[in-house]
């Protein structure tokens, strides 16, 4: 089933993209079947384990579901110093 998802994304991947947002048409059903399918579309090179989703404002773990209407939050490693 075909879901409309915005998804954001920040720094490293915000710089890949070239924009902070787009409104996605998928079939993906979880969180990391869209990144997945974002990483092939986008070139994105950061391993998914070490990087951060959140759907809807809440940080969520990779398997979770999502559905039509979801905002998911992309957020690659953060390094300090």
């Known amino acids: 089933m075909?879901?409309?998802i915005k998804v954001s994304y920040f720094?490293?991947?915000r710089e890949k993209v070239g924009k902070s947002s787009e409104l996605i048409e998928t079939?993906?059903?979880t969180a990391i079947e869209l990144f997945k399918e974002l990483e092939g579309k986008h070139?994105?090179?950061q391993p998914f384990g070490h990087c951060k989703v959140a759907i809807n404002d809440e940080l969520a773990e990779w398997?979770?579901?999502i559905q039509s209407g979801d905002n998911v939050l992309f957020f690659?490693?953060?390094s300090g110093g």
């Open 43 to 45: 070139g994105f090179n």
């Open 27 to 29: 079939d993906a059903s």
């Open 63 to 65: 398997e979770s579901d």
């Open 2 to 4: 075909v879901k409309s």
């Open 76 to 78: 690659p490693p953060v």
């Open 11 to 13: 720094a490293l991947f």
